[in-house]
């Protein structure tokens, strides 16, 4: 018969295993997930400079097209592109699109894609 101390050890350990799996796996789904554009886009987030407008785009695998800029930009119906809105640029942050939001950090920026995808 197992001893109660063992059970409670091991609910324990099942515990910190789940959380630090719960923590950890989205994020490394993710930039498994967005592998092309996470490595683009952390080797040119080093490389932006003041008052210059960088950005990336691609189409998702389900046909949704993802951007991200250093300013403000819009998706145009009409026309099917992504055209800027306000022409100042921010090298620190990035502006996804879509929802049009301005976040902090490249695995942000993956995981506003997540949701669209």
């Known amino acids: 018969m197992f001893s109660k101390q063992f059970s409670i050890r091991a609910a324990l350990l099942a515990t910190f295993v789940v959380a630090v ?3 950890f796996v989205p ?3 993710r930039r498994i997930k967005f592998a092309d554009q996470y490595n683009a886009l952390k ?22 097209l993802l951007s991200v ?3 403000e930009h819009e998706y145009v119906e ?6 800027a809105k306000h022409y100042t640029p921010d090298p620190t942050r990035f502006y996804v699109v879509p929802p049009g939001k301005w976040v902090d950090t ?3 920026v993956l995981e506003t894609w ?4």
């Open 114 to 117: 997540d949701l669209y995808d």
């Open 43 to 64: 080797n040119n987030a080093w490389r932006r400079s003041q008052g210059t407008a960088d950005g990336h785009e691609f189409f998702a695998p389900n046909g949704t």
């Open 78 to 83: 009409e026309s099917g592109y992504i055209e």
């Open 27 to 29: 994020t490394l789904h």
């Open 106 to 108: 490249v695995d942000e």
């Open 21 to 23: 799996a719960w923590f």
């Open 69 to 71: 800029w250093t300013t």
